[in-house]
């Protein structure tokens, strides 16, 4: 049975920073592309980052780019999302997903339903 668990969570201020943490068990974690999504309230989930089997692409929403890093360390089965210069437009669940099939292009954008496998979120609140 697939698990994905978030962490790392959390109320901060504008201009801050927070390091979301995303651990996976029942699937071989190595030979899974990775991604974070997040959906605010009254929007549709979108994607915030992606990240392939061995961690040497990646791929990130505009709004992501520059303040954003997505990480993994396979020997930990873990995902990693620091995120830095946080706005209020950031607020929202943030979504860890896996995907072992990898039948989506790094050149079109990221879809929810590409990846099978999804956590409970974790909740980001950024206040001004």
């Known amino acids: 049975q697939v698990q994905v668990v978030e962490s790392g969570g959390g109320l901060v201020q504008a201009g801050g920073s927070l390091r979301l943490s995303c651990t996976a068990s029942?699937?071989?974690?190595?030979?899974?592309?990775m991604a974070w999504f997040r959906q605010a309230p009254g929007k549709e989930r979108e994607g915030v980052a992606r990240?392939?089997?061995?961690?040497?692409?990646?791929d990130y929403a505009d709004s992501a780019k520059g303040r954003f890093t997505i990480s993994r360390d396979n020997a930990k089965n873990t995902l990693y999302l620091q995120m830095n210069g946080l706005n209020p437009n950031d607020t929202g669940m943030y979504y860890c997903?896996?995907?072992?099939?990898?039948?989506?292009?790094?050149?079109?954008?990221?879809?929810?339903?590409?990846?099978?496998?999804w956590g409970q979120g974790t909740q980001v609140t950024v206040s001004s």
């Open positions: 997903a896996a995907d072992g099939n990898l039948n989506w292009s790094w050149h079109s954008p990221m879809k929810a339903s590409d990846f099978p496998y």
């Open positions: 029942g699937l071989t974690f190595k030979d899974y592309a």
């Open positions: 990240i392939d089997w061995k961690g040497s692409r990646t």
